[in-house]
Each structure stands twice: as C-alpha cells, then as structure tokens.
T-cell receptor
Framework: ETGVTQTPRHLVMGMTNKKSLKCEQH?????MYWYKQSAKKPLELMFV???????ENNSVPSRFSPECPNSSHLFLHLHTLQPEDSALYLC???????????????FGPGTRLTVT | DQQVKQNSPSLSVQEGRISILNCDYT??????FLWYKKYPAEGPTFLIS?????DKNEDGRFTVFLNKSAKHLSLHIVPSQPGDSAVYFC??????????FGTGTRLKVLA
C-alpha cells in the first residue's frame, strides 16, 4: 500500500450506532489530519495530530472522537451522529506540522458517510 | 465569510487549449498556496504550490501565477488533456498547518 488509505470507503449508519473510520499513511509523515467535506462547502479542518499528540480540535462536536495510536494511524470514532453529519470525511498527512511553516498535505480517498 | 474563493464552479475547455483556473483570497497574511486536483471517488491530489516570495511556479504542463497586490492566483494547464478533467481546489495558509480551501472548480476538457 502506498500513500494514504482510508476504510471503509462508504458507511451508512443510524443515529444510535457507533462506528469508526480508519486512516493509515505509508509516507513516513509526522502529522495527520481529519477534514469534513459537505456538499458545496469547502473542506473543513476537524482535528490535527502531530507525533500522536492532538494539536487542534476545531470546535468539533463531542460525538466525533479522534484517536491517534501512532504516527501512521488515525481513527475517527463516531457515535450518536445526526443526519447533518453526512459528508465525505477525508484524512490527510504531512511531513511535519508547524505553526510557523507550511507543508503539502496528502489526502486519502475519503469515507462517504450517510447518517440515517 | 470565505477567505478563499473560486468564483467559477465549472469550466469547459477544448483539448489542446489552455485551461485557466482562478482563485481569489482576502487575507493578506496568506503566504503559501496550493492547488489540488480531485477525481470522483478519490481524495484530493497535490498538484503544485507557490510561496509568496515568487510570482510564478512551473511544473510541466502546470503553471501557477500569484498576484499579491490583487490577492489572486491562477493555475494554467497547457495543453489541456481529457485526463485533466477533475475538480480543482486552491488552498492558502499563513505559514501554518491550517489551510483554507476554496469550493473548487470543475474542469471538463473536451476531446
């Protein structure tokens, strides 16, 4: 596997379910990100991890819970979601994460989530 | 309030001609800009970047131009190929990990 992979690619869940999205990067990067892309809206940054430490939580509701067990893996745990949470969830990684410089981010294919 | 705007939701270009995709920004602190390409059912793919110390960056058929005074950047694809048909996103950052993305422009290259 190369690049950034995400599973599952599609997920349909009810509002009372609990599910997890998985992301894995094979690039040797130190930073990982979760983004949400809703229809007709720009990508929204949700969470940022650098060397397994969370450095950003962009006012995301607590029904979304991230986990980063190591620098290659990132999870997004979902519970009691709402229909408006239906969106494309994208994982990305970058070589480093810095508050003083920018690095290109490399994206996975995304998980298309539908909440019924 | 969108800090990064792609005002053209779609663009059609004949194969072999030039495609010009535009992006405007409002935050004068932005100093690093990226373009991404996205095919259906795939994640965005990094295409090309430019730092504010430059006004042009080239990579093969792709050239990005930055006009800081106008707060405008553009992506030129020459010559356009049918495989370039995708959604193109611009993104900007103020030298941090936080990128602000535009809503994208769908490019269709006609054979």
């Amino acid at each position: 596997e190369t690049g950034v992979t995400q599973t599952p690619r599609h997920l349909v869940m009810g509002m009372t379910n609990k599910k997890s999205l998985k992301c894995e990067q094979h690039l040797g990067h130190n930073a990982m990100y979760w983004y949400k892309q809703s229809a007709k809206k720009p990508l929204e940054l949700m969470f940022v991890y650098s060397l397994e430490e969370r450095v950003e939580n962009n006012s995301v509701p607590s029904r979304f819970s991230p986990e980063c067990p190591n620098s290659s893996h990132l999870f997004l745990h979902l519970h009691t979601l709402q229909p408006e949470d239906s969106a494309l969830y994208l994982c990305a990684s970058s070589q480093e994460m810095s508050a003083r410089s920018s690095y290109e981010q490399y994206f996975g294919p995304g998980t298309r989530l539908t909440v019924t | 309030d969108q800090q990064v705007k792609q005002n053209s939701p779609s663009l059609s270009v004949q194969e072999g001609r030039i495609s010009i995709l535009n992006c405007d920004y409002t935050n004068s602190m932005f100093d690093y800009f990226l373009w991404y390409k996205k095919y259906p059912a795939e994640g965005p793919t990094f295409l090309i970047s430019i730092s504010s110390i430059k006004d042009k960056n080239e990579d093969g058929r792709f050239t990005v131009f930055l006009n800081k005074s106008a707060k405008h950047l553009s992506l030129h694809i020459v010559p356009s190929q049918p495989g370039d048909s995708a959604v193109y996103f611009c993104a900007a950052s103020a030298r941090t990990y936080k990128y602000i993305f535009g809503t994208g422009t769908r490019l269709k290259v006609l054979a």
